[in-house]
């Protein structure tokens, strides 16, 4: 199955571009680019988990290593496209919503599930894989309403082991719905790795029971994932239906800043993944190139940090959560259970019984 599902790679570890057709379709401008927001988001990513060990943000879901597989997969959106993101991929959608809008989901303000005006973003799926039918369904919806808008939804390897993804897959190959189902397989689901949760030897071999293309590409080469996300979404606008994605990657840190993958994992092992960094890959492929250099880089790295600073400035002067936010955004209008839960929590508060 792996060599039925090779990783396709148009740039490898060392920066050396293997895939020569695409020579001049990768350009300087587009490295830059490329290369600006990998280190925008790491910047935010690395802030995020000081801000969080400083008690001034709440449990928060590194994606430090899949900087690639998320903001090049988001560059490959057109405007009116949609995207359902799980609590993971922030990056994704900062990167595709063209602001940093979302950080104060960890502050637990609802601000950071709204995307800006006329952004397709919803909010974060954190029930595992439940967001695949629905974008299924909204892919459907894009369809029958004969707009050109394809949706793209992601989901981790753990999430190929619930009801909801063969569901979400079986569904938008029976419709041909324009979806991109991006899977990043990062190699662990919490403290499962994946070798304990499926036998298959490649997620993208999955797309064979559904007859739809399933496409295995290094998920840390942002040229890979760019050109086949693109690639996917071309065919979801041709009515030619589905594809899944499956970009392989690593997760280097914890599963959330409340995770200790000391406990499941050797943390020395992890950190020799580094050698496939998406960043400093690109950056040696643009040194190769003469794209970049080390005051190009520097430069980039320091505009990241001021952008950076300024968005946890403004996160900071936001007041403190609403509790009624909790309980007033799940129906427009709430169920007698969820008010009889917010009634009993609202006296607790008040100290009444
Ligand atoms: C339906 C459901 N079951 C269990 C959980 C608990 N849970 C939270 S994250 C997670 C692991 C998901 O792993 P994966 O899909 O690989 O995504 P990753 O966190 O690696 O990005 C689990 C089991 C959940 N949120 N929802
Ligand atoms: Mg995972």
Not at 195 to 222: F, H, L
Not at 287 to 308: C, F, P, S, T
Request: net charge negative.
């Amino acid at each position: 199955m792996e060599l039925e599902f090779p990783i396709k790679q148009i740039v490898d570890k060392n920066g050396e571009l293997v895939d020569k057709s695409y020579e001049s379709i990768v350009t300087k401008e587009m490295s830059q680019d490329f290369y600006r927001h990998m280190v925008r988001i790491r910047t935010l990513d690395r802030k995020c988990i000081n801000l969080q060990r400083q008690g001034r943000l709440g449990t928060y879901p590194p994606i430090e290593g899949q900087e690639a597989a998320q903001v090049g997969s988001a560059l490959a959106l057109e405007d009116d496209d949609w995207m359902y993101p799980t609590y993971r991929d922030h990056a994704a959608c900062n990167i595709f919503a063209k602001s940093i809008y979302n950080l104060s989901i960890w502050l637990g303000r609802v601000e950071g599930n709204v995307p800006p005006k006329g952004k397709n973003i919803l909010p974060v799926s954190v029930p595992i894989a439940t967001q695949l039918p629905i974008a299924t369904g909204i892919a459907m919806a894009s369809k029958k309403r004969g707009s050109k808008q394809a949706a793209i939804v992601y989901f981790g390897d753990g999430a190929t082991s619930e009801g909801d993804f063969h569901e979400g897959l079986n569904m938008a190959s029976v419709f041909k719905a324009p979806v991109v189902f991006f899977n990043q397989n990062n190699g662990y689901a919490i403290s499962v790795p994946i070798w304990r949760q499926m036998n298959s030897r490649t997620i993208a071999q999955k797309a064979i029971a559904y007859d739809i293309p399933g496409v295995r590409i290094d998920g840390n080469d942002i040229f890979a994932v760019y050109f086949e996300t693109k690639k996917a979404l071309e065919r979801a606008r041709n009515g030619e239906g589905p594809t899944l994605i499956e970009a392989v990657t690593w997760r280097y840190g914890a599963h959330t800043t409340a995770d200790d993958p000391t406990k499941y994992r050797d943390q020395t092992e992890s950190e020799k993944r580094r050698e496939f960094d998406p960043i400093t890959r690109l950056e040696s492929f643009m040194k190769q190139q003469g794209y970049a250099d080390d005051l190009w880089i520097q430069n980039v790295a320091e505009e990241a940090r001021i952008e950076i600073e300024e968005v946890v400035k403004r996160l900071e002067t936001m007041p403190p959560p609403n509790v009624n936010d909790m309980f007033d955004h799940i129906f427009a209008v709430p169920t007698w259970t969820i008010q009889e839960q917010k009634d009993r929590y609202l006296r607790h508060l008040r100290g009444e019984k």
